[in-house]
């Protein structure tokens, strides 16, 4: 497995999740990795926020299956509004893990001049299950089960997450 980038300043880390509409994959994943670092006593240090390549869900709230599998699992998803992902954030962002490769693509075309590619990870590189395959499956033109297979993967790559952030 990877490690995540070093923080760019002392003051707290602060990581981006992008994937490509920003609501299915990456505001779920923004949700619990958000509850999971409050649970250990890390929200004040370690600052969440989430994103989509694309612009045509600005402003909306996630999926609404993507929220019924949250919900179902015990998070809260109401307060999710999308936006979109823009070069700047890699002023903001000491890691930006994005959901598949096409996202990484995108992403890394927004990167401005001075910007560090090497701070452009896949999520799933912390997957403690993960096969060659690291890219989380777009679950938006499938059903339910797919909403509940990548919470499943967040699950695990959360706590991966969680477990790195708490002791750097
Ligand atoms: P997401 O899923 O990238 O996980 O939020 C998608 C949401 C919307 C679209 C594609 C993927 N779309 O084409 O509108």
Known sequence: MVDLPA????RGYAL???CLGNICRSPMA???LAHKLAAAGLASQVAV???GTGDWHIGE???HRAAESLAHHGYDPTVHRAQQFVGDW???YD???VMDAGNRRDVLRLTPA???RERVLLFRAFDPEAGDDLDVPDPWYGDQRGFEAVLQIIERTTDELVTRLADP
């Open 30 to 32: 923004h949700v619990v």
């Open 16 to 18: 981006a999740l992008v």
């Open 7 to 10: 923080p760019r300043t002392p």
């Open 90 to 92: 890699f002023t903001r």
């Open 95 to 97: 890691a930006i893990l």
């Open 114 to 116: 001075d910007g560090d």
């Open 61 to 63: 709230k996630m999926d």
């Open 49 to 51: 926020a989430s994103s």
